[in-house]
């Protein structure tokens, strides 16, 4: 098979990969904002509530999770096509992660500034969104980049689950043609790109944000 012919068959997979990565994203940063908020401000059952999530999701294998939401949720009457499964049980599991990141950046807003916004009679919606969330905003880009690039990479475990991904088209292209080095080498090269194209989007927002939010808070 021509290298010509693999990279096409290839590329057919990375949108996949793309279109997965796309779709998890913005669910798992729901769920990090989300449960990173009630971690610190919400009541305790409802604390203990996303504790149990971040742990679970943290403590247990993204494949076993995968797994049990594609093949064993039908058991229990909940049957979800191939594709909603790997975003779901993807966006659950990086937002786990995501959800430390956004609870340690929020604290690491400099404590005067929280005193300050008492101080000023900021209301505690006000201290939250026009004072500690943009600060922390600017913590927050690196590891989220970092959790980005994880679940570009996680998203080779869908092939497991017969979605065409970029993982799965390159082994039935191998177990095809047995051309092994030619087609994971391609594939090695169209995850760096990805992983690329992402770390410098990340790397412009966290300049920008630098200039920008990072100007925020209350000046002594």
Excluded at 89 to 110: C, D, F, H, K
Excluded at 119 to 139: C, D, G, H
Aim: with cysteine; proline share 4%.
């Amino acid at each position: 098979m021509e290298l010509g012919e693999i990279v096409s068959v290839l590329l057919q997979g990375a949108m996949v990969t793309i279109k997965i990565v796309a779709m998890a994203l913005p669910l798992a940063a729901l769920m990090a904002f989300s449960f990173g908020l009630i971690r610190l401000y919400a009541p305790a059952p409802f604390k203990q509530i996303a504790i149990v999530y971040i742990e679970f999701f943290r403590g247990t294998s993204a494949l076993i999770q995968l797994y049990w939401i594609y093949f064993v949720l039908p058991f229990f009457g909940i049957s979800i096509d191939a594709m909603t499964a790997a975003v779901v049980a993807l966006g659950l599991n990086i937002g786990s992660y995501g959800t430390e990141v956004v609870r340690g950046a929020i604290q690491a807003v400099p404590k005067g500034q929280y005193e300050a916004s008492i101080a000023l009679n900021f209301t505690p919606s006000q201290r939250l969104w026009r004072i500690m969330m943009p600060q922390a905003l600017v913590n927050m880009i690196p590891p989220f980049g970092n959790l980005t690039i994880e679940l570009v990479k996680a998203t080779s475990l869908v092939s497991l689950i017969t979605i065409g991904d970029l993982t799965f088209r390159a082994k039935s292209l191998a177990d095809t043609t047995l051309q092994v080095g030619e087609i994971f080498g391609v594939v090695l090269l169209f995850y760096f790109v990805i992983a690329q194209c992402l770390v410098f989007f990340i790397r412009r927002l966290e300049k920008h944000l630098g200039k920008g939010l990072g100007r925020g808070g209350i000046d002594s």
